[in-house]
T-cell receptor, first 115, second 113 residues
Framework: GAVVSQHPSRVICKSGTSVKIECRSLDFQATTMFWYRQFPKQSLMLMATSNEGSKATYEQGVEKDKFLINHASLTLSTLTVTSAHPEDSSFYIC???????????FGSGTRLTVV | QKEVEQDPGPLSVPEGAIVSLNCTYSNSAFQYFVWYRQYSRKGPELLMYTYSSGNKEDGRFTAQVDKSSKYISLFIRDSQPSDSATYLCAMSASQGGSEKLVFGKGTKLTVNP
């Protein structure tokens, strides 16, 4: 149980285009999901907290107009990287928590390459 | 001082060894502690989590929390080559499920056959 599905697993896009990443909780409902970014050989950096039915809460230094988050249902949150640039190339990971009795489960991550 | 400190390693051990991975933290409000294993180019995989001080065991893995010292550990017994990965500790101040996790940098472990 507590499976989080994330896709695509890998995407290459041209500079200036937008990319959407989906994060789904498959067997549980998640009122809160989290989006992280991870650089090579670095730990996870929290970008934003996605709340179902309301606006996301962004961490300091994260551009909310560039990284659009939508949490339209209890099982789906999306991250859209708008007008992507090569410096946005990174590994993006989402996570969610089924309930208080379980740990946070992560998706398998999305490797974004902007060329 | 960072909220969570974790030695990045790398740590290399022979197969069958007992591995000890550790993190220290500075925020006394942390009450949820979790260990993840991350293979290269994959998302973190939940290993163990705990809310209280003491030990929690699951198979070859034992998680230990000492809140008085602000120190947590993960022990791996009879380590296997398949345990080779980066191990991340993380913690949060809330049990409610909406508090953000603070991660250590991760320790890269290699178990040699």
């Amino acid at each position: 149980g507590a499976v989080v599905s994330q896709h695509p697993s890998r995407v290459i896009c041209k500079s200036g285009t937008s990319v959407k990443i989906e994060c789904r909780s498959l067997d549980f409902q998640a009122t809160t999901m989290f989006w992280y970014r991870q650089f090579p050989k670095q730990s996870l950096m929290l970008m934003a907290t996605s709340n179902e039915g309301s606006k996301a809460t962004y961490e300091q230094g994260v551009e909310k107009d560039k990284f659009l988050i939508n949490h339209a249902s209890l099982t789906l949150s999306t991250l859209t990287v708008t007008s992507a640039h090569p410096e946005d190339s990174s590994f993006y990971i989402c996570s969610a928590r089924a309930d208080r009795g379980r740990g946070y489960t992560f998706g398998s991550g999305t490797r974004l390459t902007v060329v | 001082q960072k909220e969570v400190e974790q030695d990045p390693g790398p740590l290399s051990v022979p197969e069958g060894a007992i591995v000890s991975l550790n993190c220290t933290y500075s925020n006394s409000a942390f009450q949820y502690f979790v260990w993840y294993r991350q293979y290269s180019r994959k998302g973190p995989e939940l290993l163990m989590y705990t809310y209280s001080s003491g030990n929690k065991e699951d198979g070859r893995f034992t998680a230990q929390v000492d809140k008085s010292s602000k120190y947590i550990s993960l022990f791996i017994r009879d380590s296997q080559p398949s345990d080779s990965a980066t191990y991340l500790c993380a913690m949060s101040a809330s049990q409610g499920g909406s508090e953000k996790l603070v991660f250590g940098k991760g320790t890269k472990l290699t178990v040699n056959p």
